[in-house]
């Protein structure tokens, strides 16, 4: 009994219960990644079924009416795609790469801007979006100098 009172209190000293934590976080990250590889898989074969299904189904020239559908189904793969190097990112250096979210986050704006639909969308949430993609810029362009100054 005082032996398991003694592991459990070795346990809780901070250097010990971080390393805990750290091994938590490790475990974590990936098993999110290996779902993200599934996420990634299976949004490849709906890509591959979509397009099947889209070339071979639908009278010639209709086409260009489900592009946009297309390269929205193709900028979510390069989303995951960008979410798992996150993730892998962080295995290997144990640090979140601020450059990699913004550029995830510009992907994922430019994509809803790529299937936005003009007819049933206000002028407001143009202009959010437009902030937004102008914020993000912005961001990326302080990271990237902050990192060429620090490579220097």
């Not at 805990?20 to 709906?46: G, P, W």
């Not at 892998?88 to 601020?98: E, G, I, K, M």
Request: aromatic share 8%; hydrophobic share 55%.
């Amino acid at each position: 009994m005082k032996k398991l009172l003694r592991e459990i209190l070795g346990a809780t000293k901070d250097e010990n219960f971080m390393h805990i934590i750290e091994n938590i976080e490790v475990l974590v990250s990936k098993v999110l990644s290996i779902f993200m590889v599934v996420v990634i898989l299976v949004a490849i074969a709906d890509l591959g079924v979509f397009i099947f299904k889209e070339l071979f189904t639908i009278p010639y020239g209709k086409f260009n009416t489900t592009l946009y559908k297309v390269f929205g189904l193709f900028l979510n793969i390069l989303i995951a795609l960008e979410i798992l190097e996150n993730i892998t990112a962080y295995l290997r250096r144990h640090v979140f790469q601020v450059e990699l979210v913004i550029v995830t986050s510009l992907i994922a704006v430019a994509r809803k801007i790529i299937i936005l639909d003009l007819e049933k969308i206000g002028g407001l949430d143009i202009i959010g979006l437009g902030v937004a993609i102008l914020a993000l810029s912005i961001s990326y362009l302080i990271i990237r100098v902050s990192n060429s100054k620090d490579a220097s």
